[in-house]
């Protein structure tokens, strides 16, 4: 395996005020493991602003194709999730998949650029921020761990699906795409508790938990079960092989009990390849 480096990347464009998006260009050649960006906001009267108060959205775009939309905040929390300490002045964003037991297992997915004779080659390379109104001013600087060159092949896709449940009940998610692997999906609540999450692919049941349970289990693994927060993990004991195949599958849905109304933001961690 390569010996990792660690360097500095270019500096962020764009104005850092409330409302404007700023854009981390990742030069080509390399392959990257993690983006580590030490920041600092603060508002009109220069007081610190937390990070889920300063950024909202977080966007990776490959060869002009958004592969990452997450809010801020759930980033920090996915982090957690997966065993890493709050953000505290310096976000992670992980192309591997952090905590695996194998680094074969953890590293596949990392953004090889640069390679000669790769199918997909990545030509552009960058990571978008939109900052909210508290924001007027701050400071970034962002750190790129990398490796030697390598084919991209495949990598992780974060996707958003939002949903409204007006009460208490069973609800179903039938309508996320399907073709690429799934690697996990996060069910964020805005209020209340998902009580109980089944999983069904082509009528046949593939999991069946209670949160208690879920999180039992995942504590028991490499995971920091987070409030406010149910997830599906293929990888939730540290080995990462298993992924939930969606290719070919003609009904997918989870069937989620929850105990009252709320927001719930399915983000989806796919594995696939860059669609051409």
């Known amino acids: 395996m390569p010996l990792k480096i660690t360097r500095r990347a270019p ?3 764009g104005n850092i005020i409330g409302g404007s998006t700023i854009t981390l260009r990742i030069p080509i050649g390399l392959t990257t493991h993690q983006v580590y960006t030490e920041y600092a906001f603060v508002d009109a009267d220069s007081n610190p602003v937390a990070l889920a108060d300063a950024v909202d959205e977080i966007r990776v775009v490959l060869n002009g ?3 990452w939309n997450i809010l801020a905040s759930e980033l920090d929390t996915k982090n957690q999730y997966e065993g890493r300490a ?5 976000l992670t964003l ?3 998949r952090y905590n695996m037991r194998s680094r074969p297992a953890e590293e596949f997915t990392s953004i090889g650029t640069g390679a000669q004779g790769d199918p997909t080659p990545i030509t552009t390379f960058v990571v978008e921020m939109t900052l909210k109104a508290g924001v007027q001013n701050g400071q970034l600087t962002s750190y790129l761990r990398q490796s030697e060159s390598r084919p991209l092949g495949l990598f992780k ?14 609800f179903d998610v039938a309508d996320l795409p399907k073709g ?3 690697n996990a999906v996060y069910f ?5 508790d998902i009580d109980r999450v089944v999983l069904e692919r082509d009528n046949f049941i593939m999991f069946d938990r209670t949160k208690e349970l879920n999180s039992r ?7 920091t079960p987070q409030e406010n927060l149910f997830v599906y993990d293929t990888a939730e004991d540290g080995n990462g092989t298993d992924q939930l195949v969606t290719a070919g599958v003609n009904d997918l849905r989870f069937r989620l009990t929850v105990d009252g109304a709320m927001t719930c933001t399915a983000l989806v961690e796919y594995i696939g390849a860059l669609e051409r």
């Open 11 to 13: 500096g962020w464009e």
């Open 65 to 67: 194709q958004p592969v």
């Open 86 to 90: 709050a953000a505290a002045g310096i």
């Open 94 to 96: 992980d192309f591997d």
């Open 157 to 170: 896709k974060l996707r958003r699906y939002p949903y409204q449940f007006s009460a208490a009940g069973t």
């Open 180 to 182: 690429d692997l799934i």
């Open 188 to 192: 964020f609540e805005s209020a209340n």
């Open 217 to 223: 289990i995942q504590s028991d693994g490499v995971r």
